[in-house]
């Protein structure tokens, strides 16, 4: 089958949105692409997007990150702490990131990627392609009061979601065409259990604010069904959430990358 993405002269880029532990979900969904001859020239990303991304433009493939990553749950990459900035810390997560990657700076790595940040001080979205890789996606992952702040070269950055959940932006620069992956689907909920699960919940509201701009500015817009069933904090489904993408994916009859976005 013969898609425009098919054309060589054109540039696709994939902006991997933020949603917790549903980033495995990514992972399907750039699978089931690249086996339709859609192969990205660019990526960028917000929390779980950002950690799903740096694997991408290393050069891994999805399969081989649900690998690495899954065997890994909340309490591999976060601690308790004394609550000053945040109810958690997020620095175990550069620890079990520098296990996969050995790449320091963001311009460094083998294919294009933006990393989406939120700057406290200035209250504004940031998009590097440069810097210090695996701090970048620790702040783009730092969910406001559930985790600490990062502090990069004497700013605090939070996570990228809370201003830009899906980043089709920084690809506009380079890539002629743009597909967004939304993994944040609010699901109806009975009640919320404990502070942590509150943080979260209010988060996910907040950052689904933007999600219908991000729908009419991307060339195709792909969110697989069944999503919202999945806890944005529990890393117990990857194999689950993988397939989810994978077959929505490729599922879809025709991919088609104009402005109709049209999907049949």
Known sequence: MKT????????????????????????????A????????????????GAMVGAFLASGFEPHDILEKMKANGIGDYAKVIVPINGLLDLGNLEKQLRKHLDTERIEDLSIPFHIGVTNLHSGESEYHSRGPLLQFVQASASIP????????????????????????????????????????????????????ETAARTFQLTVNNRTASAREESDLFIEPEGLADFSL????????????????TRAIKKLSLDKTKTIE
């Open 233 to 248: 904090l529990d890393t117990s489904n990857a194999d689950e959430l993988f397939e989810l993408g994978y077959n929505h």
């Open 33 to 48: 692409l690249i086996e339709r001859g859609i192969r990205p020239h660019a990526y960028a990303g917000v929390s779980a």
């Open 4 to 31: 425009s993405a098919d054309a060589p002269a054109t540039k696709i880029g994939v902006a991997l949105g933020g949603g917790g532990a549903r980033g495995f979900a990514h992972l399907g969904v750039v699978q």
């Open 145 to 196: 009061v559930l985790f600490e702040p990062v502090e990069i070269d004497g700013v605090q950055y939070v996570d990228g979601g809370l201003m830009d959940n899906i980043p089709i932006e920084p690809l506009r620069e380079y890539c002629d065409k743009v597909i967004a992956i939304n993994i944040s689907p609010v699901q109806r909920i009975d009640r919320v259990k404990n502070l942590l």
